[in-house]
């Protein structure tokens, strides 16, 4: 079983990897976007005091959102193994992710990062749609739903989120550069960074993430051995 994070800017496709790869290795796919978006859909009082947040595409206080991770990843589905997408995003969220693991004598597997140009992302915000029902993603051009505006999964309304109104998509980029990518040395420096080119293809892309986690648990056993 493998525990690893997806790390990339908005846009990059880590929900779509994620997805996939949880699929294919039968473990949870843990978003924490979706988590907030749905305790926002729910009204709770998380989601009463992230919505400012998230509305503004500012990052939601760690606080907030390590109760809500931890609450997710002490669940039964998580035990063996998960793929994190969009969380961590901080330096003191990977340290209380890391914290964690350590009481419960576990590590991640790996650390993949998706590599994407900058036009390429702004291209793909602006097309993305996103089933307010299930929160399957799609794009008008590189994946549409089979009919316009409704999911193809759940037959749900597919809609822009409101966070992908351009200034807010700008918001968001700018917050990925200051808090986020310093993420990328924290992990290069525990040698669990993987870097993929995430411009070609989700199938070649969740291949080619199978292959470096694959090699890096194999590693991971070797040293434990
Ligand atoms: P996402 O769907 O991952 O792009 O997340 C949507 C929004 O939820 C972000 O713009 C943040 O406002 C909030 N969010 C999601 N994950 C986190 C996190 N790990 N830390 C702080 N805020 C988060």
Same mark, same amino acid.
């Given at each position: 079983? *493998?525990?690893?994070?997806? !790390?990339?800017?908005?846009?990059?496709?880590?929900?779509?990897?994620?997805?996939?790869?949880?699929?294919?290795?039968?473990?949870?796919?843990?978003?924490?976007?979706?988590?907030?978006?749905?305790?926002?859909?729910?009204?709770?009082?998380?989601?009463?005091?992230?919505?400012?947040?998230?509305?503004?595409?500012?990052? &939601?206080?760690?606080?907030?959102? !390590?109760?809500?991770?931890?609450?997710? !990843?002490?669940?039964?589905?998580?035990?063996?193994?998960?793929?994190?997408?969009?969380?961590? =995003?901080? &330096?003191?969220?990977?340290?209380? !992710?890391?914290?964690?693991?350590?009481?419960?004598?576990?590590?991640?597997?790996?650390?993949?990062?998706?590599?994407?140009?900058?036009?390429? $992302?702004?291209?793909?915000?602006?097309? =993305?749609?996103?089933?307010?029902?299930?929160?399957?993603?799609?794009?008008?051009?590189?994946?549409?739903?089979?009919?316009?505006?409704?999911?193809?999964?759940?037959?749900?309304?597919?809609?822009?989120?409101?966070?992908?109104?351009?200034?807010? $998509?700008?918001? +968001?980029?700018?917050?990925?550069?200051?808090?986020? =990518?310093?993420?990328?040395?924290?992990? =290069? +420096?525990?040698?669990?960074?993987?870097?993929?080119?995430?411009? $070609?293809?989700?199938?070649?892309?969740?291949?080619? *993430?199978?292959?470096?986690?694959?090699?890096?648990?194999?590693?991971?056993?070797?040293?434990?051995?």
């Amino acid at each position: 079983m *493998i525990r690893i994070v997806l !790390l990339g800017p908005p846009g990059s496709g880590k929900g779509t990897q994620a997805s996939a790869l949880g699929r294919r290795r039968s473990i949870p796919h843990i978003a924490s976007g979706d988590l907030l978006r749905a305790n926002v859909r729910e009204g709770t009082e998380l989601g009463r005091r992230a919505r400012p947040y998230m509305d503004r595409g500012e990052l &939601v206080p760690d606080e907030l959102i !390590l109760d809500m991770m931890s609450e997710r !990843l002490s669940q039964p589905d998580a035990q063996e193994g998960y793929v994190l997408d969009g969380f961590p =995003r901080t &330096v003191a969220q990977a340290e209380a !992710l890391d914290a964690r693991l350590r009481e419960i004598g576990r590590e991640l597997d790996a650390v993949v990062y998706l590599r994407v140009p900058e036009e390429e $992302i702004q291209r793909r915000l602006a097309g =993305r749609r996103t089933c307010a029902a299930c929160y399957a993603v799609y794009h008008v051009d590189t994946m549409p739903s089979e009919k316009e505006d409704v999911c193809d999964k759940c037959s749900g309304d597919l809609i822009r989120r409101d966070d992908e109104a351009p200034e807010v $998509i700008h918001t +968001r980029l700018e917050v990925y550069e200051e808090q986020t =990518r310093p993420l990328l040395d924290f992990y =290069r +420096r525990q040698e669990l960074l993987r870097e993929i080119d995430g411009t $070609i293809g989700v199938d070649n892309v969740v291949r080619e *993430i199978e292959r470096l986690v694959g090699a890096a648990h194999a590693a991971a056993q070797e040293q434990k051995a």
